[in-house]
């Protein structure tokens, strides 16, 4: 079983940056894709940094050139780097873990609220 734990959010101004991080329980890169995800509350989860085969990245239109995801092996964590924040960045972040085999659950972070405000 896998535990995620969310941290870095807070309030932050038009332009500023933050880092989420993403602490997972025991190393699980080998077993599990990461990525991030946010909800606006009445919408859709959507993904905001996906990982993928050979290392790849996904990220849509919205955020393309602002956010970058990251990982450091040797802590366990996944990192998602904002920059150049925007009011329509507001929401709970989510932090996924996927099985990269078929069998096996799906694993959510409890969420962090970012709230982008002059």
């Given at each position: 079983?896998?535990?995620?734990?969310?941290?870095?959010?807070?309030?932050?101004?038009p332009?500023?940056?933050?880092?989420?991080?993403?602490?997972?329980?025991?190393?699980?890169?080998?077993?599990?894709?990461?990525?991030?995800?946010?909800?606006?509350?009445?919408?859709?989860?959507?993904?905001?940094?996906?990982?993928?085969?050979g290392?790849?990245?996904?990220?849509?239109?919205?955020?393309?050139?602002?956010?970058?995801?990251?990982?450091?092996?040797?802590?366990?964590?996944?990192?998602?780097?904002?920059?150049?924040?925007?009011?329509e960045?507001?929401?709970?972040?989510?932090?996924?873990?996927?099985?990269?085999?078929?069998?096996?659950?799906?694993?959510?972070?409890?969420?962090?609220?970012?709230?982008?405000?002059?």
């Open positions: 079983q896998v535990q995620l734990v969310e941290s870095g959010g807070g309030l932050v101004q332009g500023g940056s933050l880092r989420l991080s993403c602490a997972a329980s025991g190393s699980i890169f080998s077993r599990y894709v990461m990525g991030w995800y946010r909800q606006v509350p009445g919408e859709q989860r959507e993904l905001v940094a996906g990982t993928g085969i290392g790849r990245t996904n990220y849509p239109d919205s955020v393309k050139g602002r956010f970058s995801i990251s990982r450091d092996n040797a802590k366990n964590t996944v990192y998602l780097q904002m920059n150049n924040l925007k009011p960045d507001t929401a709970v972040y989510y932090c996924h873990a996927h099985p990269r085999l078929a069998l096996g659950n799906d694993y959510w972070g409890q969420g962090t609220q970012v709230t982008v405000s002059s």
